[in-house]
């Protein structure tokens, strides 16, 4: 089915159609059926938040919410099947993510108590720690906290400084938070409702440090809420979102836990004092315990991915039935998204949105080859933590920029509460900083891509070295020279009907997306090639001298990645008009990515003066294309009014401007309607002349 959007003057008529309902199939990917479930259910009213709670009565009412996730069955999928779960890794977070069109603070409250806690239990922990604690996790009748980032060092979690000290006289560890800086800070469940918690902390045995581990630490009395000796904690109070949430701060003064409460499945301290490891290197070994709480990223990418298609679903529904001004017709105001900034403040977002959505589609497959054992060798683990690093970093900023840009695309109506923008925005805010700064995230995609550079080169003989600094000359004579954009020029002919054809061409769009990853990455990689043999300071400093380049390189790998998504997601659609409209949906969204670093690629010789000037004007030609298919585009998100619940999304604006419409109508046909000023000046001036 195909939505009828009536065109307007100022819209391009399209021969093409999209279908929907197939398009939505597309769209729900792999798990199709859990995320139309947990639809259902983040539909339902109990679990929705309601707007003006104060942030006690909505730190109640989220934790209320969490039985009733518990009894839907609704949170256990990622668990044995021994204690009631399905071991489905990929599922339980599709349908998770979906959580966050309910309540944000649910979803991470949620994620806390099940993605984190739950989930360190279980992967950090033996099977003793699982059939021991997980069945009461499972259950919330222990809410839990994940305690690793301090106050004091944030996502250095390699330098946070609690420590757990073994004592082999009373086989028992010593859990210390030594200065005011290495408090735990910011921990979900921590200012009210944990009863223990995962401590992050340096394990001390027999005078070595062994680096960071997990440790099982009961936090409160369950009978009386109070903290256990020792334990002391404080109440992060209002926040500037997810006020469901009671994140607090929690320190430790000489509290002593079982030798046992170590989660012992990377490391583990013998009765007499000795550790022991199956990974010989700490730094290794470290890397493999937090990789395997990687889960969080991926389903902030999901989310962020679903707040995004919420907030452009509201916005374009609200712009082509909102009519603004009368440009076109003496009579008849212009619908807002008929209008080419309109089109340009809200397409390329939706096409970012479907790079996204396809993105985290792969993202969520390779996690469950890897948490489900199908594919879990280490290289598919790093693969998994740098394609979360990458793609989380940029949906939640993505999701960030729409939100904000679909609330002043709504212009006064947006900032209402009622509407859900100006309240997802602030919610969603937090998510470039959970489960890892953005910008640290992209500097550990950077050290990945540096690393593989290196890797091509490192057992590489001496002549395919020389060949390969040979076309690197070569390059840079082509491209610093302006050869290439002569050459592009000649095969234009100065056409810029030739540059448009080119650059709509998947194949352009793709060699220029990885020429630009590429090339970033080869230089950092040349610029920085002699640190290693530096003494360490002189070596930082030439690092750091790079770091903005390492990162922008790292950026760019990841939009290379959402549109190789997207490309490859245009394969599994078979209806022709929605083919269509999906690649030039994707040619929009690469256009945009190019035109976005356009001073890059004139700066680097990579694209003519010709194709530059092509660009800008052959991209709101594809808007114009796209605009009679902006409401199915969004339709096929699949979320209802129950998701929404926004009142512009609603209808309400239509009847409104139909009113309108039909009020001036009778009147100009009336003989009441008063004369406009400008029609008597008009008359007076042309009496004058005569």
Request: proline share 3%; net charge negative; charged share 25%.
């Amino acid at each position: 089915m195909t939505n009828v959007v009536t065109a307007s003057p100022l819209s391009v008529p399209d021969e093409d159609g999209v279908d929907v309902a197939a398009l939505g199939e597309v769209l729900l990917g792999q798990w199709a059926e859990v995320r139309l479930t947990a639809r259902e259910l983040a539909g339902r009213p109990e679990l929705h938040k309601v707007e003006g709670l104060s942030h006690t009565e909505h730190r109640k009412r989220v934790f209320d919410q969490l039985g009733i996730l518990v009894e839907n069955n609704a949170v256990h999928r990622a668990f044995p099947t021994r204690l009631g779960g399905s071991n489905d890794p990929g599922g339980n977070v599709a349908g998770f993510e979906e959580l966050v069109i309910a309540d944000p603070s649910l979803q991470i409250k949620g994620g806390v108590q099940w993605g984190l806690f739950g989930s360190a239990v279980m992967h950090l922990g033996n099977q003793e720690h699982q059939d021991k604690w997980l069945p009461g996790i499972m259950s919330v009748e222990i809410p839990g906290c994940f305690a690793m980032t301090e106050i004091g060092h944030g996502s250095d979690v390699a330098s946070i400084a609690t420590t757990a000290t073994y004592d082999s006289e009373t086989q028992e560890f010593v859990i210390n938070t030594p200065f005011r800086a290495a408090w735990k800070e910011y921990i979900g469940n921590a200012a009210v409702d944990g009863l223990a918690a995962v401590v992050f902390a340096q394990l001390i045995t027999k005078g070595v440090n062994h680096g960071v581990h997990a440790f099982y630490v009961e936090l409160r009395d369950p009978t009386t809420k109070k903290f256990l000796p020792g334990v002391q904690g404080l109440d992060d109070n209002i926040k500037g979102g997810l006020n469901g949430i009671d994140n607090g701060r929690l320190a430790f003064n000489s509290v002593r836990i079982p030798r046992t409460n170590l989660l012992n499945r990377y490391g583990d301290v013998a009765v007499d004092g000795t550790y022991s490891s199956p990974i010989a290197s700490p730094g290794r070994r470290f890397f493999t315990m937090l990789g395997t709480l990687v889960q969080g990223r991926v389903s902030l990418n999901g989310a962020a991915v679903a707040a995004s298609k919420v907030g452009l679903k509201i916005a374009i529904q609200y712009a082509t039935e909102r009519r603004q001004f009368n440009a076109a017709s003496d009579t008849e105001e212009v619908v807002l998204l008929d209008y080419q900034r309109h089109q340009r403040r809200l397409l390329p977002l939706l096409a970012t949105t479907y790079a996204a959505a396809f993105a985290h589609e792969e993202l969520l497959v390779k996690f469950d080859d890897v948490f489900s054992g199908a594919h879990d060798t280490d290289e598919d683990r790093q693969d998994l933590e740098t394609l979360a690093a990458a793609l989380k970093s940029l949906t939640t900023w993505h999701a960030l920029d729409t939100l904000q840009e679909c609330r002043e695309a709504c212009g006064g109506a947006g900032f209402m509460v009622e509407n859900r923008l100006t309240s997802l925005r602030a919610d969603l805010d937090v998510y470039a900083t959970f489960e890892g700064d953005n910008t640290v995230l992209l500097q550990l995609v950077a050290k990945r891509l540096l690393g593989d550079y290196s890797k091509e080169f490192r057992n590489l003989d001496f002549g395919v070295l020389a060949r390969f600094f040979a076309g690197q000359a070569a390059d840079l004579t082509i491209n610093k020279t302006g050869l290439r954009q002569v050459a592009q020029f000649v095969a234009d002919s100065g056409s810029a009907q030739k540059s448009a054809k080119a650059l709509k061409d998947a194949d352009t769009q793709n060699q220029m997306l990885a020429d630009r990853v590429q090339t970033m990455v080869a230089e950092v990689a040349g610029a920085i090639r002699e640190a290693a043999k530096l003494p360490k300071e002189k070596g930082a400093e030439v690092f750091n001298a790079h770091q903005n380049e390492l990162i922008e390189a790292a950026r760019a790998h990841a939009e290379l990645l959402q549109w190789e998504a997207f490309t490859a997601a245009l394969e599994r659609v078979n209806d022709p008009g929605t083919k269509r409209v999906l690649t030039r949906l994707r040619d929009l969204f690469g256009l945009t990515l190019i035109e976005k670093h356009l001073d890059w690629y004139l700066m680097n010789g990579r694209i003519s003066m010709q194709r530059a000037r092509t660009l800008s004007p052959y991209i709101n030609r594809i808007l114009a294309k796209l605009r009679p298919h902006a409401v199915d585009l969004v339709d096929a998100f699949g979320y209802g009014p129950e998701h929404l619940r926004a009142t512009i999304a609603t209808g309400i604006e239509r009847e409104r401007q139909d009113e309108a419409r039909d009020y001036y109508r009778e009147l100009r046909a009336s003989s009441h309607a008063p004369i406009d000023e400008k029609t008597l000046i008009q008359k007076a001036k042309a009496a004058s002349k005569k």
